[in-house]
């Protein structure tokens, strides 16, 4: 198991920009798969973007290609995600998961650590 930690959300204008951090806890961190996932009001979880534990390989959802990038630092064991030209239906809950693999999946019941989550509010 490993604990997750996101900070980062906040209220931007559309336009702007924000980094999400995921602190983990544990000594393994480097052996898990990341996602970052998003829930919006009476929407479901949905995955925004994945990194495998190595950073060789990297997801995006179509609706966030070209403005967010993922990455990690296992020295530091933390997840980011960089948000830029935010818009207003970026606006969610972001939520950090953990997979214990080599390689990311895109569905949220793959994942078995989370963390609570971090409020993004983007204004138009």
């Known amino acids: 198991q490993v604990q997750l930690v996101e900070s980062g959300g906040g209220l931007v204008q559309a336009g702007g920009s924000l980094r999400l951090s995921c602190a983990a806890s544990g000594r393994t961190f480097n052996n898990y798969a990341m996602g970052w996932f998003r829930q919006a009001p009476g929407k479901e979880r949905d995955i925004v973007a994945a990194?495998?534990?190595?950073?060789?390989?990297?997801y995006y959802a179509d609706s966030v290609k070209g403005r967010f990038t993922i990455s990690r630092d296992n020295a530091k064991i933390t997840v980011y995600l960089q948000m830029n030209n935010l818009k207003p239906e970026d606006t969610a809950v972001y939520y950090c998961a953990a997979r214990a693999t080599t390689f990311y999946r895109t569905a949220a019941e793959d994942y078995d650590n989370w963390g609570q989550g971090t409020q993004v509010t983007v204004s138009s």
């Open positions: 990194i495998s534990r190595n950073s060789d390989f990297t």
